[in-house]
């Protein structure tokens, strides 16, 4: 296990080195391309200087992920030698195809301004949600269709009741982390340090492969972040934010452990929350707020703080609240 540890971690920083020195290439052809970013108006005014950034930087995490997976999983794959080599299929087939659905959103909205539509989107979340879903359901994985609760063994559930709550989980996260990417290096690093927790939970169960996939994750996330760092040379758009925050609720999923994951991804769902929350109280009171501004980490950006301090110190809280989900999942 120790020896599974140690490749795991060698994957972060193989898959670091192998994202990053294209970094630049990348966001030169992304320019010459004009795939810019539009901000919206109604957003805070600091952001205006942000206009065209490059964006679609989503691409230089899924390529090397997908790369480097496929490697180390191809021979058992094809000779089916064990659920190992097809398991790690399935967060591969939800990185990769929300990894697409973000890139058509973020084409569309470069070419006219406004991206697919809500419903589109959505609709498309859900089919491959569902998809997802009912393969996990019935696949003979080792904890996927079952819940830990604190202090007892998995519990079994039915498809009936799993399927509408891992829908529910990879849905939920993929738009939670979305909205979560608004300042530079906000979700690249609060998915990071949330992959490297499900990391150690799964090493915690003998996952070997969720242990790699995870960290192999974490390095080309930190590799994004070299050129995402404020002020970001890129961004990672809807083909990034889409395809890891569901990716990360299909981890959570696996592990059995998805109870945990408003604890270890605590500041995409309080994100999340903060829109759901100033939708609802907007519509029910005619006008008033709860937030300056939603999602979130803008309301903080109202009250004066800098975006280098709302970025640090959602990760703080961030990093805290993975420790605390590692310490929950080891009762």
């Known amino acids: 296990m120790t020896a599974d540890l140690a490749f795991a971690l060698s994957l972060g920083g193989f898959s670091f080195l192998l994202a990053v020195i294209w970094g630049d290439p990348l966001i030169e052809i992304l320019k010459r391309l004009g795939i810019g970013k539009h901000i919206r108006e109604e957003g805070p005014e600091g952001h205006r200087v942000k206009e065209g950034t490059p964006t679609m930087g989503g691409i230089m995490i899924l390529i090397p992920v997908t790369m480097i997976t496929v490697a180390l999983n191809l021979v058992n794959v094809i000779r089916s030698v064990n659920v190992i080599g097809r398991s790690i299929l399935v967060p591969l087939f939800v990185l990769v195809s929300f990894g697409l659905l973000g890139a058509i959103d973020d084409w569309e909205g470069v070419r006219g301004g406004k991206g697919l539509s809500a419903k589109t989107k959505f609709l498309a979340q859900l089919i491959l949600g569902g998809v997802t879903a009912m393969v996990l359901s019935v696949g003979r994985f080792q904890f996927a269709n079952s819940v830990y609760l604190p202090?007892?063994?998995?519990?079994?559930?039915?498809?009936?009741?799993?399927?509408?709550?891992?829908?529910?989980?990879?849905?939920?996260?993929?738009?939670?982390?979305?909205?979560?990417?608004?300042?530079?290096?906000?979700?690249?690093?609060?998915?990071?340090?949330?992959?490297?927790?499900?990391?150690?939970?799964?090493?915690?169960?003998?996952?070997?492969?969720?242990?790699?996939?995870?960290?192999?994750?974490?390095?080309?996330?930190?590799?994004?972040?070299?050129?995402?760092?404020?002020?970001?040379?890129?961004?990672?758009?809807?083909?990034?934010?889409?395809?890891?925050?569901?990716?990360?609720?299909?981890?959570?999923?696996?592990?059995?452990?998805?109870?945990?994951?408003?604890?270890?991804?605590?500041?995409?769902?309080?994100?999340?929350?903060?829109?759901?929350?100033?939708?609802?109280?907007?519509?029910?009171?005619?006008?008033?707020?709860?937030?300056?501004?939603?999602?979130?980490?803008?309301?903080?950006?109202?009250?004066?703080?800098s975006e280098t301090q709302v970025v640090q110190r959602f990760w703080l809280i961030g990093l805290l609240a993975s420790m605390v989900g590692i310490a929950l999942a080891l009762l």
């Open 151 to 305: 202090l007892l063994v998995p519990v079994p559930l039915p498809p009936t009741v799993y399927v509408p709550v891992a829908m529910l989980i990879i849905v939920g996260m993929s738009n939670a982390v979305n909205l979560t990417d608004g300042l530079d290096g906000l979700a690249g690093i609060i998915v990071a340090s949330a992959f490297a927790a499900y990391a150690l939970i799964a090493y915690m169960q003998g996952q070997s492969y969720l242990v790699r996939f995870c960290f192999t994750l974490v390095g080309a996330c930190f590799a994004f972040l070299w050129y995402n760092a404020h002020p970001a040379q890129l961004f990672m758009g809807d083909t990034g934010s889409l395809a890891l925050g569901a990716t990360l609720g299909v981890i959570a999923l696996m592990t059995g452990q998805w109870l945990l994951l408003p604890v270890i991804a605590f500041v995409p769902v309080a994100e999340a929350l903060s829109v759901i929350m100033q939708v609802t109280y907007f519509k029910l009171t005619h006008g008033k707020r709860i937030f300056r501004m939603s999602p979130l980490h803008h309301h903080f950006e109202k009250l004066g703080w």
